[in-house]
């Protein structure tokens, strides 16, 4: 169990630019979610998938954003066109494959974006 | 409208006293609760968690918190703190009826200790 990664750890863009976030869930977990942490709040749920399926997405994800995790195992995350609102920390999380939303969900350390 | 909310923007204890870190929830029904850690760099660690049955939880690092359902709170403590537990502490819920599970987090607590 090496936990939850996410690359890069930091990214500063100019408004305008495209990026992409990476994440890499615990292995054998198949749900993997995307929160958005802005600076003194709390997480903000984004989207969640079950193995390759994107089955929920919250309304703070624009046109904009879009999520894939082709083969149910990584997830990427893009953002086009940065705004400096979209500056903040993102978060990625994955869950074992049961159906029980008391099972715990594991953090990675987050993408800190930059955008100026 | 549904929410979670921590009172306590910062609050600073001195190391060795005793911690009590507020939560208070509004939703329809009883949802399932965690509380989590944030250290500077780091991911959000579990806490502890509840969901049903005794309405007091423990946890890992010596900390409890206690479910009170006609407060719709969900309250952590710790008895001693110790100077490593400055960090960010955040309530969350799990709405019973989404089967996805996604988390909706309060805007945090910040402890501070004092020496």
């Known amino acids: 169990d090496t936990g939850v990664s996410q690359n890069p750890r930091h990214k500063i863009t100019k408004r305008g630019q495209n990026v992409t976030f990476r994440c890499d869930p615990i292995?054998?977990?198949?749900?993997l979610y995307w929160y958005r942490q802005t600076l003194g709040q709390g997480p903000e749920f984004l989207t969640y998938?079950?193995?390759?399926?994107?089955?929920?997405k919250s309304r703070l994800l624009s046109d904009r954003f879009s999520a894939e995790r082709p083969k149910g195992s990584f997830s990427t995350l893009e953002i086009q066109r940065t705004e400096q609102g979209d500056s903040a920390m993102y978060l990625c999380?994955?869950?074992?494959?049961?159906?029980?939303?008391?099972?715990?969900?594991?953090f990675g350390p987050g993408t800190r974006l930059t955008v100026l | 409208a549904q929410s979670v909310t921590q009172p306590d923007i910062h609050i600073t204890v001195s190391e060795g006293a005793s911690l009590e870190l507020r939560c208070n929830y509004s939703y329809g029904a009883t949802p399932y609760l965690f509380w989590y850690v944030q250290s500077p760099g780091q991911g959000l660690q579990l806490l502890l968690k509840?969901?049903?049955?005794?309405?007091l939880v423990q946890g890992i690092k010596g900390f409890e918190a206690e479910f009170k359902r006609s407060q719709s709170s969900f309250n952590l403590r710790k008895p001693s703190v110790h100077w490593s537990d400055a960090a960010e502490y955040f309530c969350?819920?799990?709405?019973?009826?989404?089967?996805?599970?996604?988390?909706?987090f309060g805007q945090g607590t910040e402890l501070s200790v004092k020496p």
């Open positions: 999380a994955s869950r074992s494959p049961t159906v029980l939303s008391t099972d715990t969900q594991y």
């Open positions: 509840y969901f049903s049955g005794d309405t």
């Open positions: 292995s054998e977990h198949n749900r």
């Open positions: 998938f079950q193995n390759e399926a994107q089955l929920e």
């Open positions: 969350a819920v799990a709405p019973i009826y989404n089967q996805g599970g996604k988390l909706i």
